[in-house]
């Protein structure tokens, strides 16, 4: 079922604690889009015109290298946020988005948030404020890539896609996803080869549990020995 705009926006912390009228501004100038599974929604270097939300399905986030392999960012679902970076500049968007599973989406363009903020302090602060969390959520990306080991990377992503995507069964935690290995190195910045002697090392110490592409958390505590 999808749930409505303002279901949506409310759960969007840029917008989560607007009052009734701020929040039916902003929802005066969201489009609604329906789209299939494998359509771009816009391609890095096509200029940064909008910025958008999940109501339902799932989004890949990710780059092209020069030789290439495809280096996915993250994949988001419902109420996830993407392209925001491009708010208030000028620029081209930095990376590509591709519906992963049939979505609807809501865009917002730039240009019009950006006439809607000049006039309400309290929608560009709490803007700006979500801005601000997802730099340095990237600046710590990067240096999780620079410092830590393949092993601790791998860990620490299939702990985050199940705090994301992962639903309870009765044999632990399942990632609700149907990713590849290659694809799972690619949101890690490593190789295929290595990501499967990391899951293999995980699988065979109790952690996790592996069945084709889905992957079960059997121990949290025992993954998390591999980040601390």
């Known amino acids: 079922m999808v749930k409505s705009t303002g279901d949506i926006l409310r759960k969007i912390p840029a917008f989560s604690t607007l009052n009734e009228k701020d929040l039916e501004a902003v929802r005066g100038i969201t489009i609604d889009r329906t789209m299939r599974k494998g ?10 015109e909008a910025f958008f939300f999940i109501k ?28 925001e970076v491009t708010l ?8 590509s988005a591709e519906i992963l599973e049939d979505a609807n989406i809501g865009m917002i363009r730039n240009e019009d948030l950006e006439k809607l903020v000049s006039n309400n302090s309290e929608i560009a602060l709490r803007v ?5 969390k997802k730099l340095f959520s990237s600046q710590q990306k990067v ?21 994301d995507h ?7 935690v399942e990632l609700k996803l149907n990713l590849s290995r290659q694809e799972l190195a690619s949101m890690i ?15 065979k110490e109790g952690s996790i549990d592996i069945s084709g592409k889905k992957i079960i958390i059997k121990d949290l505590e025992k993954l998390n020995g591999w980040i601390q």
């Open 39 to 48: 359509t771009i929604i816009f391609m890095e270097g096509d200029p940064g």
């Open 56 to 83: 339902s399905g799932k989004v890949k986030i990710f780059k092209t290298t020069p030789d290439g392999r495809e280096l996915i960012f993250t994949i988001l679902s419902e109420g996830g946020v993407f392209a």
């Open 88 to 95: 208030f500049n000028d620029m081209n968007y930095p990376a």
């Open 128 to 132: 700006i404020k979500v801005l601000s």
């Open 143 to 163: 240096k999780e890539l620079a410092l830590g080991d393949t092993y601790m990377r791998t860990a620490q992503m299939i702990i985050k896609l199940a705090k």
């Open 166 to 172: 992962g639903i309870e069964t009765t044999d632990g």
């Open 189 to 203: 910045g490593t190789t295929r080869e290595t990501v499967s002697r990391a899951i293999s090392q995980f699988k």
